[in-house]
């Protein structure tokens, strides 16, 4: 379930009680790592087992997900990104991001607000919007009735059968990958209604992310970091769709004048279980190490 060495606890950051997993080499550089939408910290298993030869790996769970109890605050990008700045502060800064889609997000909004903490950062086909916007902010309103609807699902057993179907069915579409994590594990997490209200909260969230970044890009730039963007092109659909998947990356990637993409023509978004040579590479790219994580 867990790799060797780890060292998991729940911590207090930023008003939040938040699940950590740290594993790798004691005393390595550290790696704060972050997952998409509704992930858990054992879908990075894979990479960190590569990681944690030369690396420090730091990942957690948002509040609501994975092993993290339930949030105090609705999904925001201000909160998220509080909740990575005291984990990098906890962890020895500056160290390097990975953050995986919607992590993305708060990956880039850290580096913004507090980039003494931030020395590189690997985005892991991350989230981008061309035009951001939220006209109606209506998240943290309906955010209490997803719990509830989390807390009904629980109640009646659904989210129990629901919540691990609804996995492999995601996982069916983003990864070639068989699951790596045992089927009670994931049914110990999936099946949490908190974690299927969670889901659905950070769902409502994510255009209002979007929106708040773009303004926080007008206001704080990017700092001049090391930074390697991972394109995932296996699972979008239409050579349309995927040019502009891949132009939306290259601008990310050309946020700081040491930034490069690197597109993955067959590989699915979920890259930390398909793909954990390409995301060592990046990493030993950003950090300096090539050569060390073979």
Request: charge should be neutral; proline fraction near 9%.
């Given at each position: 379930m867990i790799p060797a060495h780890t060292s998991p606890r729940v911590v207090n950051v930023a008003g939040e009680q938040v699940h950590v997993v740290e594993t790798g080499r004691?005393?390595?550089p550290p790696?704060?790592?972050?997952?998409?939408?509704?992930?858990?910290?054992?879908d990075w298993d894979p990479t960190v087992e590569v990681l944690g030869r030369t690396h420090r790996t730091i990942t957690f769970d948002r509040p609501g997900l994975?092993?993290?109890?339930?949030?105090?605050a609705p999904p925001s990008l201000r909160r998220d990104t509080a909740i990575m700045a005291g984990l990098a502060r906890e962890s020895g800064p500056p160290l390097t991001v990975?953050?995986?889609?919607?992590?993305?997000?708060h990956a880039e909004a850290l580096a913004r607000l507090h980039p003494e903490l931030?020395?590189?950062?690997?985005?892991?086909?991350?989230?981008?919007?061309?035009?951001?916007?939220?006209?109606?902010?209506?998240?943290?309103?309906?955010?209490p009735l997803c719990s509830a609807l989390g807390t009904a699902l629980e109640v009646t057993r659904i989210a129990r059968l629901g919540?691990?179907?609804?996995?492999?069915?995601?996982?069916?579409?983003?990864?070639?990958?068989?699951?790596?994590?045992?089927?009670?594990?994931?049914?110990r997490v999936y099946g949490r209604g908190t974690v299927i209200g969670t889901i659905l909260a950070e769902e409502l969230a994510y255009r209002e992310m979007t929106a708040d970044l773009a303004a926080l890009r007008e206001r704080r730039p990017f700092p001049p970091i090391p930074l390697v963007v991972l394109t995932a092109l296996g699972d979008v659909r239409g050579a349309d769709r995927a040019r502009e998947w891949?132009?939306?990356h290259r601008r990310l990637a050309a946020m700081s004048p040491y930034g490069r993409q690197v597109e993955l023509a067959d590989?699915?978004?979920?890259?930390?279980?398909?793909?954990?040579d390409a995301i060592a590479d990046a990493v030993a790219e950003v950090t300096g190490t090539a050569g060390a994580t073979g």
């Open positions: 004691p005393g390595g790696l704060l790592i972050g997952s998409g939408l509704g992930g858990a910290w054992f994975g092993l993290s109890p339930a949030a105090q990975l953050a995986h889609s919607m992590a993305g997000l931030v020395g590189g950062m690997v985005l892991v086909d991350p989230s981008y919007e061309d035009e951001p916007r939220s006209a109606v902010r209506v998240s943290a309103a309906l955010s919540g691990p179907a609804g996995r492999r069915l995601v996982l069916g579409f983003t990864s070639d990958r068989d699951d790596t994590v045992p089927p009670e594990v994931a049914r891949a132009r939306g590989a699915k978004h979920m890259l930390q279980l398909d793909r954990p």
